[in-house]
């Protein structure tokens, strides 16, 4: 299980990350991080009075980030959508490009990237002390000569 100091140094972090993506200045805006989400806001009411809107299409696989790029659009007030017959990986948004591009997507990313490791160290410690304690990948082996002597391909066709 994970710890309330893990949790709190991890909210701490993707607070920081929203303050970064929401223009903080000062150390003093960086503190007031509660109100970057409202700020950034601001940001793309007046990035799309400038720039029309386009409908953006983004693909992530992994679910988990997958979740999180879908919250962080409604956090915004942005509503992603997906077309009959998209795969469930794909999704639209509707917004101004500059917007995706400068704030939403390199956002999204530290904080995926922010989660990923914090779900890796989960992973790792209670596989670690429940399962075995190397957690590491598996070894890679030079592979072994064909029996028949031909290419590995040859002998599957």
Known sequence: MTSPLDETLLQEKLRKIEALFAGAATAGEKAAAGAAAERIKARLRETGRREQAEELKVSISDPWSRRLFVALCRRYDLRPYRYPRMHRQSLIVKMPR????????????????????????????????????????????????????????????
């Open 98 to 157: 500059s917007f995706f591009d400068d704030v939403l997507w390199p956002e999204f990313k530290q904080i995926n990237e922010a989660l990923t490791e914090h779900l890796a160290s989960i992973t790792d410690r209670i596989i670690k002390d429940s399962v075995f304690s190397d957690v590491g990948e598996a070894e890679e082996k030079a592979e072994p000569r064909a029996l028949t002597g031909l290419p590995v391909k040859a002998r599957l066709a």
